[in-house]
């Protein structure tokens, strides 16, 4: 093991770190010289003088990229008879290092080093800034994780699950190893039941609990473990600090049925609330402020939560609302639709044949379909909010191909090919063209429509179904509430799609990306738009901005206040550094522990509102007033 540390993290007692820079070498001695023809000298050269900040930016990707290419190449041999997967259960880390070129070795030992730097270059130093200007923990903090950041680990005791037994089958090493020595059976722990949306019989996959539930997601990769730190410097603890981890994959109302996630979350909320004597400070990222603007009705329902319509004003001091994908997240709807989206449709076509031959599209989009949480997140709002054939309200000047256009097909000539699709249109589109039980398990959970009067908000209010959309229900009736919208903006982010029938013999799907169409806006058959790299920005900043100050929307006047932070990233930080917009990394960003201190130390007021992009010109094109609304 004193060898693996060595090659991976230069760890011998003589060896000094590797500079991530372009350095020059030091020669000492002609003999350190070589002769190279010409031809190699401008090629090395040229060589040298391209651009690295995207394979910095990528090192990630690439890293756990050498785990599925182990997979990949038993498929790459053509038959699978040839290698036994199951024997790569015992094959140690050191032994697949022994194999892997010496390049990728040191491109690993570089990685870690931008990451580990990433980590500690201002571990703490936000929350010791913070200290030294008098801010303390006031308002005990619960959080609650967006989709797939919380791990999920297998508590069945059948033959086919005693191997897994609390180990994590998402979120951790072993769901790789589980994933590479049979995939058929982590396929069968990872997806729900299609008939109930529950465990399939002899499966029983839960939520990881406590701040190892999403602090990293594998060992190296952090999520909330930089909020923790900052958290835990200005006096938070265990005591004082909760996160409210769920299995995302569970349509919501499940998660009260299987789980009482709902109940333990209330009464956490009203235990912290007693104990310190001060409301809670509820903080969500990305899907989290999805269920936690359901819990927000659920908590205050007859027959539910029962605590009713002044039990939030009673407990919440405030919600920070973090990358919120509020209006749902676009990407969602080719996930389920083909098993792709921009992160698969625009990879070179090796590594779209060793991925097709890992986990093909049709059982990505198999996976996706059998965790009906992922359904919440289809886009909210249909055409009044993401626009229509001609015309979307994010539409960029000088702009050739409209937004609005969700779905495209160049050559319209099936059912399966029906042309230009608008979010509206393509809702319908997409249950045509998967199983029944998908349809009705969507359907019966969650609701994407607009409601335009205050009479049929307030009928909302007891409908499940509904909880999930502010387009169709209110905020609580809590004056005292102040909502904080932090986001990040500036990165691009998939808008729309051009599609095309799936000619592939072997594949059960209809369509798939047209990955053949790059012209002008569009990149590989995907439309790119504003946001933070995952959400669009009209999701994140929509009810923030203009949805939340109409009054049937907001009747108690709740505070809204939204910062707003572009996406400035360090080129040669793998995570993109202190200044990041992105939707996951944004999470490390200095300046928005610094927000997340302020408002738990009950320093809110501090904060002034900062918006850059053109999220309220965008807001404005949307007209969603009626008379008896002013």
Same mark, same amino acid.
């Given at each position: 093991?004193?060898?693996?540390?060595?090659?991976?993290?230069?760890?011998?007692?003589?060896?000094?770190?590797?500079?991530?820079?372009?350095?020059?070498?030091?020669?000492?001695?002609?003999?350190?010289?070589?002769?190279?023809?010409?031809?190699?000298?401008?090629?090395?050269?040229?060589?040298?003088?391209?651009?690295?900040?995207?394979?910095?930016?990528?090192?990630?990707?690439?890293?756990?990229?050498?785990?599925?290419?182990?997979?990949?190449?038993?498929?790459?041999?053509?038959?699978?008879?040839?290698?036994?997967?199951?024997?790569?259960?015992?094959?140690?880390?050191?032994?697949?290092?022994?194999?892997?070129?010496?390049?990728?070795?040191?491109?690993?030992?570089?990685?870690?080093?931008?990451?580990?730097?990433?980590?500690?270059?201002?571990?703490?130093?936000?929350?010791?800034?913070?200290?030294?200007?008098?801010?303390?923990?006031?308002?005990?903090?619960?959080?609650?994780?967006?989709?797939?950041?919380?791990?999920?680990?297998?508590?069945?005791?059948?033959?086919?699950?005693?191997?897994?037994?609390?180990?994590?089958?998402?979120?951790?090493?072993?769901?790789?190893?589980?994933?590479?020595?049979?995939?058929?059976?982590?396929k069968k722990h990872i997806m729900l039941d299609k008939d109930t949306g529950l465990?399939?019989?002899?499966?029983?996959?839960?939520?990881?609990?406590?701040?190892?539930?999403?602090?990293?997601?594998?060992?190296?990769?952090?999520?909330?473990?930089? @909020?923790?730190?900052? +958290?835990?410097?200005? #006096?938070?603890?265990?005591?004082?600090?909760? =996160?409210? &981890?769920? %299995?995302? *994959?569970?349509?919501?109302?499940?998660?009260?049925?299987?789980?009482?996630?709902?109940?333990?979350?209330?009464?956490?909320?009203?235990?912290?609330?007693?104990?310190?004597?001060?409301?809670?400070?509820?903080?969500?990222?990305?899907?989290?402020?999805?269920?936690?603007?359901?819990?927000?009705?659920?908590?205050?329902?007859?027959?539910?939560?029962?605590?009713?319509?002044?039990?939030?004003?009673?407990?919440v001091d405030s919600w920070i609302n973090i990358s919120g994908c509020m209006l749902?997240?676009?990407?969602?709807?080719?996930?389920?639709?083909?098993?792709?989206?921009?992160?698969?449709?625009?990879?070179?076509?090796?590594?779209?044949?060793?991925?097709?031959?890992?986990?093909?599209?049709?059982?990505?989009?198999?996976?996706?379909?059998?965790?009906?949480? @992922?359904?919440?997140? +289809?886009?909210?709002? #249909?055409?009044?909010?993401?626009?229509?054939? =001609?015309? &979307?309200? %994010?539409? *960029?000047?000088?702009?050739?191909?409209?937004?609005?256009?969700?779905?495209?097909?160049?050559?319209?000539?099936?059912?399966?090919?029906?042309?230009?699709?608008?979010?509206?249109?393509?809702?319908?589109?997409?249950?045509?063209?998967?199983?029944?039980?998908?349809?009705?398990?969507?359907?019966?959970?969650?609701?994407?429509?607009?409601?335009?009067?205050?009479?049929?908000?307030?009928?909302?209010?007891?409908?499940?179904?509904?909880?999930?959309?502010?387009?169709?229900?209110?905020?609580?009736?809590?004056?005292?509430?102040?909502?904080?919208?932090?986001?990040?903006?500036?990165?691009?982010?998939?808008?729309?799609?051009?599609?095309?029938?799936?000619?592939?013999?072997?594949?059960?799907?209809?369509?798939?990306?047209?990955?053949?169409?790059?012209?002008?806006?569009?990149?590989?058959?995907?439309?790119? #738009?504003?946001?933070?790299?995952?959400?669009?920005?009209?999701?994140?900043?929509?009810?923030?901005?203009?949805?939340?100050?109409?009054?049937?929307?907001?009747?108690?006047?709740?505070?809204?206040?939204?910062?707003?932070?572009?996406?400035?990233?360090?080129?040669?930080?793998?995570?993109?550094?202190?200044?990041?917009?992105?939707?996951?990394?944004?999470?490390?960003?200095?300046?928005?522990?610094?927000?997340?201190?302020?408002?738990a130390g009950g320093r809110g007021e501090l904060i002034e509102e900062s918006i850059?992009?053109?999220?309220?010109?965008?807001?404005?094109?949307?007209?969603?007033?009626?008379?008896?609304?002013?």
């Amino acid at each position: 093991m004193s060898t693996l540390r060595r090659r991976i993290f230069g760890t011998s007692a003589d060896s000094t770190p590797t500079s991530s820079g372009t350095s020059t070498p030091t020669l000492t001695a002609p003999e350190d010289y070589s002769i190279v023809p010409s031809k190699q000298l401008e090629k090395l050269t040229k060589k040298s003088e391209r651009p690295k900040g995207r394979k910095r930016r990528n090192a990630w990707i690439f890293g756990m990229g050498g785990l599925f290419g182990v997979a990949a190449a038993a498929f790459f041999a053509g038959n699978q008879e040839l290698i036994d997967l199951k024997a790569l259960a015992d094959v140690n880390l050191d032994s697949i290092l022994d194999v892997l070129p010496a390049g990728l070795v040191k491109d690993a030992q570089d990685m870690q080093k931008h990451e580990r730097d990433a980590i500690n270059y201002d571990s703490f130093s936000v929350g010791l800034h913070a200290k030294a200007e008098g801010v303390q923990a006031t308002h005990p903090v619960i959080m609650i994780p967006g989709v797939i950041s919380t791990g999920l680990e297998s508590w069945g005791t059948d033959d086919q699950s005693r191997q897994f037994f609390r180990k994590r089958l998402w979120g951790s090493w072993s769901m790789m190893r589980a994933l590479l020595t049979d995939k058929a059976l982590w396929k069968k722990h990872i997806m729900l039941d299609k008939d109930t949306g529950l465990d399939p019989p002899g499966i029983k996959l839960r939520a990881a609990q406590g701040f190892d539930a999403a602090d990293f997601f594998i060992t190296g990769y952090w999520i909330w473990n930089k @909020i923790l730190e900052n +958290l835990a410097t200005i #006096g938070y603890d265990p005591q004082n600090a909760f =996160t409210a &981890a769920y %299995d995302w *994959r569970l349509a919501y109302q499940h998660y009260e049925v299987r789980d009482q996630y709902f109940t333990r979350l209330k009464n956490h909320i009203e235990l912290a609330a007693r104990i310190s004597n001060k409301k809670v400070t509820l903080l969500s990222h990305s899907m989290g402020g999805q269920v936690l603007y359901y819990f927000l009705h659920w908590v205050e329902a007859e027959g539910y939560g029962n605590g009713g319509p002044g039990w939030v004003d009673a407990f919440v001091d405030s919600w920070i609302n973090i990358s919120g994908c509020m209006l749902g997240a676009l990407k969602g709807l080719p996930a389920v639709l083909s098993g792709e989206m921009r992160d698969t449709a625009q990879l070179n076509s090796f590594a779209v044949y060793g991925l097709e031959k890992f986990m093909s599209r049709s059982e990505r989009a198999e996976i996706f379909r059998a965790m009906p949480g @992922i359904a919440s997140m +289809l886009p909210i709002g #249909g055409d009044i909010i993401w626009g229509n054939s =001609t015309w &979307a309200p %994010d539409d *960029r000047p000088g702009q050739n191909v409209t937004f609005g256009n969700f779905i495209s097909f160049r050559e319209a000539n099936s059912t399966h090919s029906p042309g230009n699709l608008t979010v509206g249109n393509a809702l319908p589109y997409l249950f045509k063209n998967t199983d029944t039980w998908f349809k009705d398990m969507t359907q019966r959970s969650y609701s994407t429509g607009v409601a335009h009067t205050r009479k049929v908000v307030e009928d909302n209010q007891l409908i499940p179904a509904k909880w999930i959309n502010p387009l169709e229900t209110r905020l609580p009736l809590a004056p005292h509430l102040k909502i904080y919208c932090f986001y990040g903006h500036g990165k691009p982010t998939e808008r729309a799609y051009f599609y095309r029938e799936d000619q592939d013999p072997t594949s059960n799907l209809n369509v798939t990306i047209d990955t053949t169409l790059t012209e002008g806006e569009v990149d590989r058959g995907v439309v790119m #738009g504003e946001g933070d790299g995952t959400v669009s920005l009209l999701s994140m900043g929509y009810m923030c901005n203009k949805g939340w100050k109409i009054k049937r929307y907001n009747p108690a006047g709740v505070q809204i206040k939204v910062v707003e932070m572009a996406h400035e990233p360090d080129r040669f930080n793998p995570r993109g550094g202190p200044n990041t917009g992105d939707h996951v990394d944004i999470l490390g960003r200095s300046s928005l522990n610094d927000l997340i201190l302020k408002v738990a130390g009950g320093r809110g007021e501090l904060i002034e509102e900062s918006i850059h992009s053109n999220i309220r010109e965008y807001s404005d094109r949307i007209q969603l007033h009626d008379e008896n609304d002013q």
